[in-house]
């Protein structure tokens, strides 16, 4: 029946098909048929049962489920099940021609047989990452050590708790101790505290030494407690001992053991003194260390090495089992110690000495709260010590800081003396020179060519004469002299002065000089007149030197006050378009000798100036300030307090005509000069007697003194500096002398001095002098002074035209040298450059006439020194060339 199902061809498909069976491919061969039917069969049942296996696999390994291995045996299993459908398709085919659903089938087999084969490749590095057996193995293993372990750390946890419940008791039993032990502790230190409070309460180190062995004593409850200090070799000596009743004191009896006493009143015997050997020895008496003190060589072997090295404190509970030599315990013996403590003191770091503490009684085991209270005592000790030493040293320094503060005032003392005579000893050439000048001057039969010569003379003394006060003034500055001295004055003149005095020098210049008052100002106010003239005379003069186009402004202003009211504050500020300062030029700016770059390439001045004018103001109670910027100038401002006052009757300058001679109808006055300078004695003499005075002269004070006593002068122009008798000793004979005589009419002493200082001028006044005038001095000054003093009367020259009236000069400029030989122009150059204002006379008195105007200007600037604005107007008509500065090579055709 099979073989004929087998070979039908007919049975294999079904009527109306398009195909035919796969069987038909094989001829319907029985064995061929067959063979491929059960192969088919055979290998469907192998694929349907891996998949049935795989998904037991899965169900027995829950903690497989839902992982990537789970997922991928579930895959895997599903493409063997499609694979094991195919091949039971195949069987199917061998008689049904069913080819669309096995392309399907396979088409599925195919898909996941993609999908599984991308999800391998994926999930494979984690499948590789998989524990080997053996290493599973071995994790068990860890695992089975761990468990132990900790079964093991369990059982010790409970055995510690049994442990620890049976410390708890013994815990509880040294808390009580404890608590007993802190009551102790704290009785000693309040103890301790007790003790170094009454250290603190003094600086002598006796009184501190007595205190802390008496205290310690008491506090340790011991026999005997020491202080013992070490030399510099580390031998020492004990400087303080407190001893318990009924024990022999240390330091009272071993002087009775160098005075030779009995062998049982020392603490002990002579033979133990007696033995090179032993480590104490007795001071003998010549040495340089006072016989009430031991020395212990012990100490001094044992010092470095055990105390320096930071021991805390030295217990010995018994001296028998510290394994003393012999000698040493003989002497601890004849001590009466039986146990001690010892403990360093340090002074910082430096092992000062020690403190010891001494039982007679027997041994003794020192408490550790016993040697710390030793411990805290000594470092209060040490630092009482050093206290001591510094407030010693404090002492000494005090007392060097007084020797150099007398030494210092002697050296001003001596500055001052040399201040002194440096002002004497160049303003008295320059009163002759200043002096014969104003004289020659007043004589008008002079040629023109030698009364400009003499203003020469003059304008320069004036200028050698700032440069001395300057310097003298800075060195007043530096001795702590220099004096505010306030004055009455018209404060518009006094600006309208100085705007007349730089006008022309600015005219000359090119620039613009403006006063600006900015609203009302008192007319007169009182401050040092000199002083602020002196200030701005300084920043004006600096503003024009330094400014090469454009303006200089001093402008005014007060504080809006009262009108009247007394006190105000008047402001000045100095304003330039001039190079200006960096701020570093400005930070040494007020430097004695220090100078900004502009005043060095100038090579002018000396660095004196500003210093003195910020001194100057400070002394006024102002403060100069000054705002600079590079290249477009600068500043200078500073207030003053004044006082406004009513006009003083006092005729300003220009008011006063220059003296002629004594009014007639007056007595002659009889004037006494004395004075040791040949040379001012003859200026003095040729001023005085051709105005009508009688004059006699005097070179000492002596001569001076006895002149007066037989010629009896009405007054008396004394100079302070003589030889033989002064003018200060000479002053007050005169004055003890008209004490002396009643009847006789006192007499007027001006003094004459070439001092600097303001503050003599009170000694003068003090010695008897009516007034003090200063050398150099002006003769109309001087005169007016002496008409004061006597009541005199004077006729006076014609008056004459006011510098300020005088017709303005001609303004100079580059161009007006344009018209001149080129070669007359280079010497005019060369001539400025060497500073030769002779030369530069010469050059221009060979001007023709229709040069007049230049030849004016040239004059000007000549006068005014100002040697550098020459050369900058010749400059650019200069020729390079050499040109010799002969006139008479210059032709005018």
Same mark, same amino acid.
């Given at each position: 029946?099979?073989?004929?199902?087998?070979?039908?061809?007919?049975?294999?498909?079904?009527?109306?098909?398009?195909?035919?069976?796969?069987?038909?491919?094989?001829?319907?061969?029985?064995?061929?048929?067959?063979?491929?039917?059960?192969?088919?069969?055979?290998?469907?049942?192998?694929?349907?049962?891996?998949?049935?296996?795989?998904?037991? =696999?899965?169900?027995?390994?829950?903690?497989?489920?839902?992982?990537?291995?789970?997922?991928?045996?579930?895959?895997?299993?599903?493409?063997?099940?499609?694979?094991?459908?195919?091949?039971?398709?195949?069987?199917?085919?061998?008689?049904?021609?069913?080819?669309?659903?096995?392309?399907?089938? !396979?088409?599925?087999?195919?898909?996941?047989?993609?999908?599984?084969?991308?999800?391998?490749?994926?999930? #494979?590095?984690?499948?590789?990452?998989?524990?080997?057996?053996?290493?599973?193995?071995?994790?068990?293993?860890?695992?089975?050590?761990?468990?132990?372990?900790?079964?093991?750390?369990?059982?010790?946890?409970?055995?510690?708790?049994?442990?620890?419940?049976?410390?708890?008791?013994?815990?509880?039993?040294?808390?009580?101790?404890?608590?007993?032990?802190?009551?102790?502790?704290?009785?000693?230190?309040?103890?301790?505290?007790?003790?170094?409070?009454?250290?603190?309460?003094?600086?002598?180190?006796?009184?501190?030494?007595?205190?802390?062995?008496?205290?310690?004593?008491?506090?340790?409850?011991?026999?005997?407690?020491?202080?013992?200090?070490?030399?510099?070799?580390?031998?020492?000596?004990?400087?303080?001992?407190?001893?318990?009743?009924?024990?022999?004191?240390?330091?009272?009896?071993?002087?009775?053991?160098?005075?030779?006493?009995?062998?049982?009143?020392?603490?002990?015997?002579?033979?133990?003194?007696?033995?090179?050997?032993?480590?104490?020895?007795?001071?003998?008496?010549?040495?340089?260390?006072?016989?009430?003190?031991?020395?212990?060589?012990?100490?001094?072997?044992?010092?470095?090495?055990?105390?320096?090295?930071?021991?805390?404190?030295?217990?010995?509970?018994?001296?028998?089992?510290?394994?003393?030599?012999?000698?040493?315990?003989?002497?601890?013996?004849?001590?009466?110690? !039986?146990?001690?403590?010892?403990?360093?003191?340090?002074?910082?770091?430096?092992?000062?000495?020690?403190?010891?503490?001494?039982?007679?009684?027997?041994? !003794?085991?020192?408490?550790?709260?016993?040697?710390?209270?030793?411990?805290?005592?000594?470092?209060?000790?040490?630092?009482?010590?050093?206290?001591?030493?510094?407030?010693?040293?404090?002492?000494?320094?005090?007392?060097?800081?007084?020797?150099?503060?007398?030494?210092?005032?002697?050296?001003?003392?001596?500055?001052?003396?040399?201040?002194?005579?440096?002002?004497?000893?160049?303003?008295?050439?320059?009163?002759?020179?200043?002096?014969?000048?104003?004289?020659?001057?007043?004589?008008?039969?002079?040629?023109?060519?030698?009364?400009?010569?003499?203003?020469?003379?003059?304008?320069?003394?004036?200028?050698?004469?700032?440069?001395?006060?300057?310097?003298?003034?800075?060195?007043?500055?530096?001795?702590?002299?220099?004096?505010?001295?306030?004055?009455?004055?018209?404060?518009?003149?006094?600006?309208?002065?100085?705007?007349?005095?730089?006008?022309?020098?600015?005219?000359?210049?090119?620039?613009?000089?403006?006063?600006?008052?900015?609203?009302?100002?008192?007319?007169?106010?009182?401050?040092?007149?000199?002083?602020?003239?002196?200030?701005?005379?300084?920043?004006?003069?600096?503003?024009?030197? =330094?400014?090469?186009?454009?303006?200089?402004? #001093?402008?005014?202003?007060?504080?809006?006050?009262?009108?009247?009211?007394?006190?105000?504050?008047?402001?000045?500020?100095?304003?330039?378009?001039?190079?200006?300062?960096?701020?570093?030029?400005?930070?040494?700016?007020?430097?004695?000798?220090?100078?900004?770059?502009?005043?060095?390439?100038?090579?002018?001045?000396?660095?004196?100036? #500003?210093?003195?004018?910020?001194?100057?103001?400070?002394?006024?109670?102002?403060?100069?300030?000054?705002?600079?910027?590079?290249?477009?100038?600068?500043?200078?401002?500073?207030?003053?307090?004044?006082?406004?006052?009513?006009?003083?009757?006092?005729?300003?300058?220009?008011?006063?005509?220059?003296?002629?001679?004594?009014?007639?109808?007056?007595?002659?006055?009889?004037?006494?000069?004395?004075?040791?300078?040949?040379?001012?004695?003859?200026?003095?003499?040729?001023?005085?007697?051709?105005?009508? =005075?009688?004059?006699?002269?005097?070179?000492?004070?002596?001569?001076?003194?006895?002149?007066?006593?037989?010629?009896?002068?009405? #007054?008396?122009?004394?100079?302070?500096?003589?030889?033989?008798?002064?003018?200060?000793?000479?002053?007050?004979?005169?004055?003890?002398?008209?004490?002396?005589?009643?009847?006789?009419?006192?007499?007027?002493?001006?003094?004459?001095?070439?001092?600097?200082?303001?503050?003599?001028?009170?000694?003068?006044?003090?010695?008897?002098?009516?007034?003090?005038?200063?050398?150099?001095?002006?003769?109309?000054?001087?005169?007016?002074?002496?008409?004061?003093?006597?009541?005199?009367?004077?006729?006076?020259?014609?008056?004459?035209?006011?510098?300020?009236?005088?017709?303005?000069?001609?303004?100079?400029?580059?161009?007006?040298?344009?018209?001149?030989?080129?070669?007359?122009?280079?010497?005019?150059?060369?001539?400025?450059?060497?500073?030769?204002?002779?030369?530069?006379?010469?050059?221009?008195?060979?001007?023709?006439?229709?040069?007049?105007?230049?030849?004016?200007?040239?004059?000007?600037?000549?006068?005014?020194?100002?040697?550098?604005?020459?050369?900058?107007?010749?400059?650019?008509?200069?020729?390079?060339?050499?040109?010799?500065?002969?006139?008479?090579?210059?032709?005018?055709?």
């Amino acid at each position: 029946m099979l073989d004929q199902l087998l070979l039908n061809p007919l049975l294999g498909f079904s009527v109306g098909s398009d195909y035919i069976p796969h069987g038909h491919c094989y001829l319907w061969q029985p064995s061929l048929v067959g063979l491929h039917g059960v192969s088919n069969l055979l290998i469907a049942i192998a694929y349907f049962s891996i998949p049935a296996l795989l998904v037991h =696999f899965v169900r027995q390994r829950r903690e497989l489920a839902f992982s990537r291995m789970s997922k991928a045996f579930l895959l895997s299993g599903a493409f063997i099940f499609l694979c094991g459908l195919g091949h039971v398709l195949d069987i199917v085919v061998l008689w049904y021609p069913v080819y669309w659903l096995t392309g399907l089938v !396979r088409a599925v087999t195919a898909l996941v047989s993609c999908l599984t084969a991308l999800k391998l490749v994926e999930w #494979l590095p984690e499948f590789l990452a998989l524990r080997s057996p053996e290493e599973l193995a071995q994790l068990n293993q860890q695992l089975e050590a761990e468990i132990a372990a900790r079964e093991k750390a369990q059982a010790e946890m409970e055995q510690q708790v049994v442990d620890r419940t049976a410390a708890l008791s013994a815990v509880n039993t040294q808390l009580r101790t404890s608590q007993v032990l802190l009551q102790k502790v704290a009785e000693r230190e309040r103890t301790t505290s007790q003790i170094i409070r009454q250290m603190r309460q003094s600086l002598n180190l006796e009184h501190i030494f007595t205190v802390a062995t008496e205290e310690l004593q008491r506090a340790v409850k011991c026999d005997r407690t020491l202080i013992y200090q070490f030399n510099s070799d580390w031998s020492g000596n004990i400087i303080a001992e407190t001893v318990a009743p009924g024990w022999h004191p240390l330091l009272d009896n071993v002087q009775s053991a160098a005075d030779s006493a009995t062998e049982t009143d020392q603490p002990w015997g002579s033979q133990t003194l007696d033995q090179d050997r032993c480590t104490v020895r007795l001071i003998a008496q010549g040495e340089t260390v006072p016989a009430t003190l031991i020395q212990d060589t012990h100490l001094q072997q044992q010092a470095e090495a055990v105390y320096g090295q930071g021991l805390e404190y030295l217990p010995v509970a018994d001296i028998y089992e510290a394994g003393f030599s012999r000698c040493y315990l003989d002497l601890l013996e004849d001590l009466q110690a !039986r146990a001690y403590v010892i403990v360093p003191v340090f002074v910082g770091t430096r092992l000062w000495g020690l403190m010891a503490c001494y039982q007679n009684t027997g041994p !003794r085991q020192w408490e550790d709260a016993e040697a710390q209270m030793v411990v805290q005592v000594s470092s209060q000790l040490g630092v009482a010590i050093q206290q001591t030493e510094l407030f010693d040293r404090t002492c000494q320094q005090r007392k060097a800081l007084k020797q150099a503060k007398d030494a210092a005032e002697v050296a001003n003392r001596t500055k001052s003396e040399f201040l002194a005579n440096m002002s004497h000893e160049l303003r008295t050439p320059l009163n002759a020179i200043l002096g014969f000048t104003q004289l020659m001057h007043g004589d008008t039969t002079l040629p023109e060519v030698t009364q400009s010569y003499l203003d020469i003379i003059n304008r320069s003394g004036e200028h050698l004469l700032g440069l001395i006060n300057n310097i003298l003034e800075m060195s007043k500055i530096e001795a702590g002299l220099l004096v505010c001295t306030p004055t009455a004055f018209d404060l518009s003149r006094l600006l309208e002065t100085l705007e007349d005095l730089f006008l022309l020098k600015a005219q000359a210049k090119g620039l613009q000089l403006q006063l600006i008052q900015a609203g009302p100002l008192p007319d007169y106010i009182c401050t040092d007149k000199g002083k602020l003239r002196q200030v701005l005379l300084n920043l004006l003069g600096n503003a024009i030197k =330094f400014t090469q186009e454009g303006s200089i402004q #001093l402008r005014v202003w007060s504080d809006a006050a009262p009108e009247n009211a007394e006190s105000l504050q008047i402001h000045f500020a100095v304003v330039d378009t001039g190079a200006g300062m960096s701020p570093s030029e400005l930070e040494i700016l007020f430097d004695p000798f220090k100078q900004a770059q502009a005043g060095i390439d100038s090579g002018q001045g000396t660095g004196l100036g #500003l210093p003195i004018s910020r001194r100057y103001i400070e002394l006024m109670g102002g403060k100069l300030t000054v705002e600079s910027t590079p290249g477009q100038g600068s500043c200078f401002q500073f207030s003053l307090p004044v006082n406004r006052v009513s006009a003083p009757n006092v005729p300003t300058q220009n008011q006063r005509p220059r003296i002629k001679a004594l009014a007639p109808g007056q007595p002659t006055p009889r004037i006494l000069v004395a004075e040791d300078n040949p040379t001012n004695k003859l200026l003095l003499t040729k001023l005085l007697c051709p105005l009508g =005075f009688e004059v006699k002269t005097a070179p000492d004070g002596e001569v001076a003194l006895a002149l007066w006593q037989q010629w009896q002068p009405h #007054l008396v122009l004394m100079d302070m500096r003589m030889p033989l008798l002064d003018g200060y000793g000479a002053t007050r004979r005169i004055r003890q002398l008209e004490d002396q005589s009643p009847t006789v009419s006192p007499t007027v002493v001006i003094a004459l001095t070439a001092t600097a200082f303001e503050d003599q001028r009170a000694d003068m006044l003090a010695a008897g002098c009516d007034a003090c005038i200063r050398k150099p001095f002006i003769a109309d000054e001087l005169l007016t002074c002496i008409g004061q003093h006597l009541g005199l009367h004077y006729e006076y020259q014609d008056p004459v035209a006011s510098p300020a009236a005088a017709p303005p000069r001609p303004q100079l400029s580059s161009e007006a040298l344009a018209a001149l030989p080129q070669r007359w122009v280079a010497q005019l150059y060369q001539a400025a450059s060497q500073g030769s204002d002779a030369q530069i006379i010469e050059l221009i008195r060979g001007l023709p006439d229709q040069h007049q105007d230049v030849a004016a200007g040239l004059t000007q600037l000549t006068e005014l020194f100002e040697f550098e604005q020459i050369m900058q107007l010749a400059q650019p008509w200069a020729m390079t060339q050499d040109s010799s500065p002969q006139v008479a090579e210059t032709s005018w055709v």
